[in-house]
């Protein structure tokens, strides 16, 4: 019996609310939920109301979607003339705030809004590659917008539900194909994935991270992609493996079932005390017992797995900045990609990206500016600390 193509079916929606003004909460999951609503009405309607200005704020549609599967060919890095001396910014922001605050930087004479002007649209010269911005959003690999319309709260949720992206872009059908190859891919290449890309430009960006609506639209270019699943390939390398013994099937399941949340600060500690104490030694084994806990530790991070999930890491980043490129995408805001449910390692995913820019590096000179927004302060100088490691001298964006 024949299979059934795969597809993805529609994203279940409430009917829309047609008074896009004041938000909800965005600190709890109904507040979002009713967040994503709102968007959606505004952007079916072509505009939203701001509730602070009381003027129509019209919103202008998705300028294109390109799916760059990964067999296509792209130009390489250094055939491109165009020559710059990369500046690098760190920041201990989210996403959103990270390409609002380097928008701003790039165009500070475009920071207010024409309140009489209803056909103002808002551009931040995003058609200029001088002045615009383009962000790396990082994607599900199995729903355009990953949970925003059940009031998930990661980073690309949060893009989706601030923006026509995944409405407008990702749930059309050059959007759809990439979704469909990751479901595709999973069975043969497990939590690998697939280095394709969907590139979206001009994509209009109405909210703040809280849900409060921007007094002018921003337009950005946005590149979605999905990282390596390191914490499903890690469990796929134990299947293949058997359990090793003394290794309690619980305690593994309990470890991945933590949050979201709970992973991603966990590997941002690991990282940090990698690199405060580089020539850290490894514990000795105190009693027979024990020794079975750390031999667990050892197995679920074998040190082959992990070096394969670098190089697939590499390669995936290698080919959104390669799209970037192809698209004249020169000031981007870049961060943690897939440190989070996907697990992993920060260390490892700074010094890629570090690598790739810096002196030396592959893409060294191609970008004008590049944003990374990671969290908190605290994250922000273990980059920094990878930042040094690969020659390059962070500055301070102010916008």
Same mark, same amino acid.
């Given at each position: ?174 959007? #759809? ?216 001298? #962070? ?5």
């Amino acid at each position: 019996m024949a299979s059934k193509p795969l597809s993805l079916r529609p994203h279940p929606r409430q009917p829309p609310t047609l008074d896009p003004t004041i938000p909800p909460s965005s600190k709890n999951r109904a507040g979002r939920v009713q967040i994503t609503q709102t968007t959606i009405s505004a952007i079916q309607a072509g505009f939203y109301l701001h509730p602070t200005l009381q003027t129509r704020i019209p919103i202008p549609p998705i300028t294109s979607t390109v799916f760059h599967s990964e067999t296509a060919s792209l130009r390489s890095a250094s055939t491109y003339d165009t020559r710059y001396e990369t500046r690098i910014h760190i920041l201990p922001l989210t996403t959103l705030a990270a390409t609002s605050l380097l928008i701003k930087a790039l165009n500070p004479r475009s920071t207010t809004t024409n309140n009489d002007d209803e056909s103002n649209n808002n551009d931040d010269d995003h058609g200029d590659p001088a002045k615009s911005v383009t962000l790396l959003s990082f994607a599900s690999a199995t729903k355009p917008g990953g949970g925003y319309l059940t009031g998930a709260s990661a980073q690309e949720e949060t893009i989706a539900r601030s923006s026509n992206l995944a409405v407008s872009s990702l749930e059309k059908e050059e959007g #759809v194909k990439f979704h469909i190859l990751c479901k595709r891919s999973e069975d043969k290449r497990g939590g690998y994935y697939t280095d394709s890309v969907v590139w979206s430009g001009g994509v209009s960006v109405l909210r703040e991270d809280s849900g409060e609506w921007l007094e002018r639209v921003q337009r950005v270019g946005v590149v979605t992609a999905a990282a390596v699943n390191a914490g499903l390939v890690r469990r796929r390398e134990r299947e293949k493996a058997g359990w090793k013994q003394g290794e309690k099937k619980g305690e593994v399941k309990k470890e991945e079932e933590k949050s979201q949340e709970e992973k991603s600060q966990e590997e941002t500690k690991d990282a940090k005390e990698k690199y405060k104490n580089k020539s850290m030694k490894e514990k000795k084994e105190k009693g027979k017992g024990k020794g079975k806990t750390r031999e667990k530790v050892e197995f679920i991070f074998d040190p082959e797995v992990e070096q394969r999930i670098a190089t697939g890491m590499k390669k995936r980043m290698t080919r959104i900045l390669e799209v970037c490129l192809h698209h004249d995408a020169r000031n981007l805001v870049l961060g943690s990609f897939g440190t989070g449910v996907f697990r992993n390692n920060v260390e490892m995913v700074a010094r890629t990206w570090m690598e790739l820019l810096g002196p030396d590096g592959e893409f060294e000179g191609n970008f004008q500016r590049i944003a990374f927004g990671v969290l908190d302060d605290e994250t922000v100088e273990l980059w920094e600390g990878f930042a040094k490691d690969a020659g390059i001298v #962070v500055e301070e964006l102010q916008g």
